[in-house]
């Protein structure tokens, strides 16, 4: 498993977390850009899971790596889509989280290239909540569209069990 990371502060947290995780010996990081690690990137994916930059046209942070954090101006949709194209098995998956109205720019340009989604999940922060994020798994072969919303939070504010048994063994709080 590799994951990449263009920021230096990140990846040494995200180091930090792979190396307090059960899986430490199979986790390796590359600590540039995702241009950069497609360069030299001799093998494809049978899965790639990405929380990307997202941020298209807002203001932008004063701070250099916040910016680059949350702004696509590194990282365009159309190049992260290259990169999919290219290192994603013809039996593979993608999966892509973003906020509903980017995940819906972005699985445009993925269906007018021929990867195209076969499961969606919307998350929703409480029930008749905002609608905070949104997941797509993409594939080359097209298929009928699975769909379901998750609920993160009770109207008490507790967390779903849904949302609980989900993410158990990956959270400390449950």
Known sequence: MTAVEINAAAALQAAENFAASPWKNRIDLAQKSL?????????????????PPFFQASLKSPVQARTIAKHTQELPFEELLAFVKAFLTP???????????????????????????VSLLQLYTQPN???????????????????????????DQTYTTQFATLLREYYLIF
């Open 35 to 51: 241009q950069e690690f497609g360069k030299k990137q001799p093998e494809p994916f049978d899965v790639i899971i990405c929380n």
């Open 91 to 117: 039996e593979g998956t993608y999966y892509l989280l973003l906020p509903p109205a980017e995940a819906e720019i972005f699985r445009k340009l993925a269906v007018a290239s021929a990867l195209f989604p």
């Open 129 to 155: 909540g905002k609608h905070l994020r949104t997941i797509y798994a993409y594939a080359f072969q097209e298929k009928p569209l699975k769909s379901e919303n998750l609920i993160i939070r009770n109207t």
